[in-house]
């Protein structure tokens, strides 16, 4: 079976690309790393024509030329694979890159590979700025439809809905502390670890994305990383008890539990804990007698298995109707009020964003870029 990738050498210089790329956020940026396309023929010179007549009218104005198409045209011998179809990797493409407006694709190949059901997708991709290069990004796509796979990126979502299945799942089962609007239509679903520095870091942001998105339905959704925050389950078995007493109280409590975060060790964590409860106007000596309880214990166990069945495996991570956003890293917050946007839009969904703070401010600094 021949593949497309033993034709790139009619394209010069294309480097590999991963799906990595397809869910990055500055692929725009990484792209200028590879070598440029081989440049057409200079067009053959024509003489200058003659000037008109001062008498004679003045000639239409010619329509400005269309830009060079950056790409090789699309091989139909390489579309091979009955699934999937180009329309929908160009609708997957357009959820996960539509954002960004400067850059532009052309699905290359779709191939059946030698595992059952598994295709090979091939797509180069670039940028509209002048002298920008090209890059081919392969993944493959599962029998199911529904999942793709890239070097570097795991098993993500894939189809023309990608994050339908996630949104819905987050709808029903996310039941964590919320902020915001009652309606669900725009849900943003943090994942966080009280015990987790970066968590801590995060809520400046989450408590500006409450204030831009005032239609949004924003949830604190607990996710303790038992295997390397030894008091994480704990703290989250008393936000639980905080929030079926008072799910504003909850917010509350865990600003207390943040803001002591250097004290929780399994020897003080219960000292922590009871007076982030009682800065939350709560009867601590309650709230650690309910955090004992087994029905406790598995509404968290039930919250980390939410969170493995949403593909969430770090924090602090946002779902945005299901897409998944970091908090921390090289983001900036404008790129994640762009996402968030962008989602909402793609959803048919009002944010309740204005444009006065959709537009991007200048000279701002990205997150924290510490290790989670």
Request: glycine fraction near 6%; proline fraction near 10%; include cysteine.
């Amino acid at each position: 079976m021949k593949s497309i990738a033993s034709t790139s050498n009619s394209v010069a210089g294309l480097v590999p690309a991963t799906l990595a790329i397809i869910l990055s956020f500055g692929a725009a940026v990484a792209l200028a790393q590879a070598p440029a396309v081989a440049p057409a023929a200079p067009a053959p010179q024509t003489p200058a024509p003659t000037p008109p007549s001062p008498l004679a009218l003045p000639s239409p104005i010619a329509p400005p030329a269309a830009p060079a198409d950056p790409f090789p045209p699309a091989d139909p011998k390489f579309f091979t694979a009955s699934s999937p179809s180009p329309e929908t990797v160009n609708a997957f493409l357009h959820v996960i890159w539509g954002y960004n407006q400067s850059l532009q694709w052309r699905v290359m190949g779709i191939q059946p590979t030698a595992a059952p059901g598994v295709s090979k997708v091939v797509v180069y991709v670039t940028t509209k700025a002048p002298d920008a290069k090209v890059n081919a990004a392969t993944f493959y796509t599962t029998p199911d439809g529904k999942h793709a796979i890239g070097e570097g990126s795991g098993v993500v979502p894939f189809g023309a809905t990608p994050f339908a299945d996630v949104r819905e799942l987050l709808k029903e089962h996310a039941n964590g502390a919320s902020r915001g609007a009652a309606s669900k239509d725009l849900e943003l679903v943090e994942f966080a670890d009280l015990q987790c520095p970066h968590c801590k870091e995060a809520q400046t942001t989450m408590d500006q994305i409450v204030k831009d998105f005032p239609k949004a339905h924003v949830v604190f959704q607990l996710l303790p990383l038992v295997d390397i925050h030894p008091s994480a389950f704990r703290a989250a078995s008393y936000g639980v008890c905080v929030q079926q007493l008072s799910n504003d109280a909850f917010f509350k409590f865990a600003d207390g539990v943040f803001d002591t975060q250097d004290g929780l060790t399994l020897s003080t964590q219960e000292t922590v804990l009871r007076a982030a409860a009682k800065r939350a106007g709560l009867d601590d000596a309650a709230i650690a007698a309910c955090a004992d309880t087994e029905a406790i214990k598995d509404i968290v166990k039930a919250d980390i298995k939410l969170a493995q069945d949403a593909g969430v495996d770090q924090t602090p991570l946002l779902l945005v109707n299901g897409r998944m956003l970091p908090l921390t890293g090289t983001i900036t917050y404008d790129q994640i009020k762009q996402l968030i946007q962008y989602q909402a839009t793609l959803d048919g969904v009002d944010s309740g964003a204005t444009a006065e703070t959709l537009t991007p401010k200048p000279a701002q600094p990205t997150l924290s870029t510490l290790p989670k």
